[in-house]
């Protein structure tokens, strides 16, 4: 089977170019300039959205992330700091139950973290009393919680 239409002759060294006859195109006039057009349309919204929108819909969508994470994260705070006393009392105790089982004395890297994570939880269980003297020495201004007015 021939994919080649018989009207259609390759270019060789003595013809100017190809022979092959447009199809559908009765008039001599380019066929198929709506399509064309209508692509060309498309292809101009796809990129100003991709170019235009995007820089600024991504950001504002990161922001409300951000904002929702570190919201959840305000309110998980109290049960987070439980949690966390929690889970060093827990180790501490496992560290004591493994030195007293084995008889082997406290290796310092263990020693040093433990040490880290305890006062890390003890700063975290203090925040809301070190947070106003701590933003007063910042020069950060904190705003007072509001009062139910009656």
């Keep these: 089977m021939n994919v080649i239409d018989p009207s259609c002759t390759l270019s060789s060294d003595t013809s100017q170019a190809c022979g092959c006859a447009a199809r559908g195109n009765t008039d001599g006039k380019p066929g198929g300039s709506v399509a064309g057009v209508a692509t060309a349309t498309a292809l101009a919204a796809a990129a100003c959205t991709a170019c235009c929108l995007l820089p600024f819909t991504l950001p504002a969508a990161w922001l409300a992330a951000a ?36 008889r082997r004395p406290l290796a310092r890297a263990t020693l040093v973290l433990m040490l880290l994570a305890s006062v890390l939880t003890a700063t975290a269980a203090s925040w809301p009393l070190l947070e106003s003297p701590v933003a007063k020495a910042l020069g950060v201004v904190t705003k007072k919680p509001a009062t139910p007015q009656g």
């Design 67 to 102: 904002g929702g994470s570190i919201a959840v994260l305000d309110h998980a705070h109290g049960w987070m700091t439980k949690l966390a006393i929690a889970v060093v009392v827990c180790a501490w105790l496992w560290v004591g139950w493994q030195v007293g089982r084995t």
